[in-house]
């Protein structure tokens, strides 16, 4: 050993000092400080594909584990080796630190990539050394393993974003943890690519190995890494304001870097003050004079949808409730593509808190959360949440299937319609749910579903509901917003369940029940908080959130409306025993054994279903018939 050129004993000595600290380190916080293994993480994940990339140059920063577990003990999670200078495994790591001294390790390794990270098959010994002297990249034969989409996970989300930029560019140095970056700097490098006539691929690749790579060492040597954000989303930081500069020398890109450093630290160092001084304000509870400003976007008008009524109904109760310490306003029929310019011209009048009422909001709503961070936003339905961005929804499901048990008794036929808008979860999990009430009273009633996949056209609405009643159906279900299934319905003397109307005024002999929303008791409750300087976000990302995201039959934001004379007082006493347990939390609705339309059973005996797997259905009960789309989680869909 003390005979060779390089001292590589000596070398596998301190990368061994490196790993013993990164172990010490990760334990003393309690968690494993050993490398990651992939065929752990993706145990329990659904891939749906996996592509061969074939030899590809791929950077090291980005190469985070190994496949095998049975590996993952030689190396500590910063792929330094742990294993005893005098073991075979030590030899051949100084063995490869010194060919790498000498000529360079030409092999490629063998890894799999997934979620833009990259874990070793073979090659672990060269990734170590190679990461041992901060070397840049490596070349690899890669496999990419695809995770299903996830429209409720923001990683894959970001991931799928990344997959459409990658096909066009074959860049993968570059990431973001927020979503939309990869799209803004496609369109940066796409434009500059047709401006400047390049070639596409030469162009990229040079962008990547040259520009980024200049930019990113740089940028770690001014400890930029210190902000909050990627070195990705620097890089586009910089490249807006700067532009794209091929042949800057890199004594001009210093000074550049440093300044972009300073006023990203400014950006940052704001943000933080806000968010210290909404802490401190909280804590504190200053009283304040200064009047609540509310603003509620809704997505059709106020007397032709029962949903924005719903709404509405709240607008005035908090009114009522707070007099002069609020002041609100509303906007009606506001389109999905005009609701973020619409935010912005709200926050430009002094709105400090908005209200966005629909699913369809939810993107403009997140979107605008990021944007203006001093301003409160709640969200209806959505399930992306941000510090300032709290969602709400309700446990509609609930009385939507105490409706169901009374259809399922008073059907004769067996066949009763259901309409709705889209193939949601949240309509989904509506269906089940009535469907669920049917079953315990009646297994023998079929449920035709039909979607308009429209909130609102009177048109589709009229020929669905036909449709429907020419399968000879004698109950009609309506989730929609408007009422003219209702009123067909009654003009065929069919009874009809309908959706947030409280009255049978309208047609007292055929409607029997109804599922309907009182959000006035939970604005009540946000608005009394905020004028207490109060805020707590409530996300769907676990558990305990979902609890709060989830108002039910127990807070009474959620009810039942019965029509006491067209329904038998046998069927009236059953479905309010189960009101009262459904109230008191002592039934679980979605409880086993359940079973889908494909005899698969989704839960078994004596188990529920989970709150975070409610949220995104994607099944049907199996005496569901008709239109059994596939679920969707955006109304952008084109059918």
């Known amino acids: 050993m003390n005979n060779m050129r390089f001292d590589s004993s000596k070398e596998y000595k301190i990368a061994k000092k490196m790993a013993e600290r990164e172990v010490l380190y990760w334990q003393s916080r309690g968690k494993d400080g050993y490398l990651p293994a992939l065929e752990e993480i993706i145990k329990d994940k ?48 100084m063995n490869l630190f010194e060919a790498q001294q000498e000529e360079g390790i030409r092999d490629a390794i063998v890894a ?108 770690h040597e001014l400890n930029g890494e210190k902000l909050p954000i990627t070195t990705g989303e620097a890089f586009l930081f910089y490249l807006k304001k700067y532009g794209i500069e091929k042949n800057l020398m890199h004594k001009n890109l210093k000074p550049k870097i440093r300044m972009l450093i300073k006023e990203l630290e400014n950006i940052y160092i704001e943000e933080r003050k806000n968010i210290l001084q909404e802490v401190f304000t909280s804590l504190i509870k200053i009283p304040t004079e200064k009047q609540l400003k509310i603003a509620f976007i809704y997505r059709n008008y106020i007397n032709e949808s029962t949903w924005v009524q719903s709404h509405e109904n709240g607008r005035i109760y908090i009114e009522n409730k707070f007099g002069d310490k609020i002041s609100t306003y509303f906007v009606e029929n506001v389109k999905k593509e005009e609701s973020y310019n619409l935010i912005k011209d709200l926050i430009n009048q002094e709105y400090n808190l908005i209200i966005t009422t629909s699913y369809d909001y939810m993107d403009s709503t997140y979107k605008a ?185 127990n807070k009474g934001v959620v009810k039942l409306y019965k029509n006491s004379k067209l329904i038998p007082g046998q069927t009236l006493r059953i479905v309010e025993a189960m009101e009262e347990l459904i109230k008191n939390n002592n039934f679980d609705i979605f409880s086993g054994p359940i079973i889908n339309n494909n005899n698969k059973i989704i839960v078994d005996k004596d188990e529920s279903i989970l709150d975070e797997d409610l949220l995104k259905m994607n099944w049907y009960l199996n005496n569901i018939e008709g239109e059994l789309e596939k679920v969707i989680f955006s109304t952008d869909k084109k059918y």
């Open 46 to 93: 659904n891939i749906i594909s996996e592509n061969s990339l074939g030899v590809i140059e791929i950077p090291i920063k980005k190469i985070k584990g190994t496949y095998y577990a049975s590996r993952k003990s030689a190396f500590a999670k910063n792929f330094m080796p742990l294993l005893e200078e005098d073991s075979e495994f030590a030899i051949k790591w």
């Open 369 to 553: 959360a990021i944007e203006f961070p001093n301003i409160k936003f709640l969200n209806c339905a959505g399930y992306k949440s941000y510090r300032n961005l709290s969602v709400y929804f309700g446990r509609i499901y609930q009385p939507k299937f105490l409706t169901g048990l009374i259809a399922g008794a008073i059907t004769k036929k067996n066949k009763i319609g259901y309409i709705a808008p889209y193939p949601l979860p949240l309509f989904v999990r509506s269906l089940n749910a009535f469907a669920l009430g049917v079953k315990v009273v009646n297994p023998y009633a079929k449920i035709l579903i039909k979607w308009t996949k429209k909130w609102m056209d009177h048109d589709i609405e009229i020929q669905k509901t036909n449709e429907l009643i020419n399968e000879d159906i004698d109950i009609l279900v309506t989730n929609m917003d408007s009422l003219v299934p209702q009123k067909i319905a009654d003009k065929k003397n069919i009874l009809s369940i309908g959706y947030n109307v409280i009255s049978d005024n309208l047609t007292s002999k055929t409607y029997i029940a109804s599922a309907y929303w009182e959000w006035g008791r939970f604005y009540k409750k946000i608005v009394g908080r905020l004028l207490e300087n109060k805020w707590s976000v409530t996300t769907s990302k676990n558990l305990e959130d979902l609890k709060k995201y989830w108002y039910g039959m």
């Open 112 to 219: 799999y990539e997934y979620l833009n990270k990259f874990y070793v098959m073979e090659g672990n010994k060269r990734t170590s050394v190679l990461k041992y002297l901060d070397s840049p990249s490596i070349m690899a034969n890669v496999k990419r393993l695809i995770p299903k989409y996830d429209e409720m996970d923001i990683n894959i989300r970001i991931y799928y974003e990344f997959l459409e930029f990658y096909e066009k560019t074959k860049i993968n140095m570059i990431w973001f943890k927020r979503e939309g970056g990869f799209k803004e700097l496609e369109k940066i490098l796409i434009d500059y690519v047709e401006k400047n006539n390049e070639n596409p691929k030469e162009f990229f690749n040079f962008l990547e190995k040259s520009i980024y790579w200049d930019f990113r060492k740089i940028y």
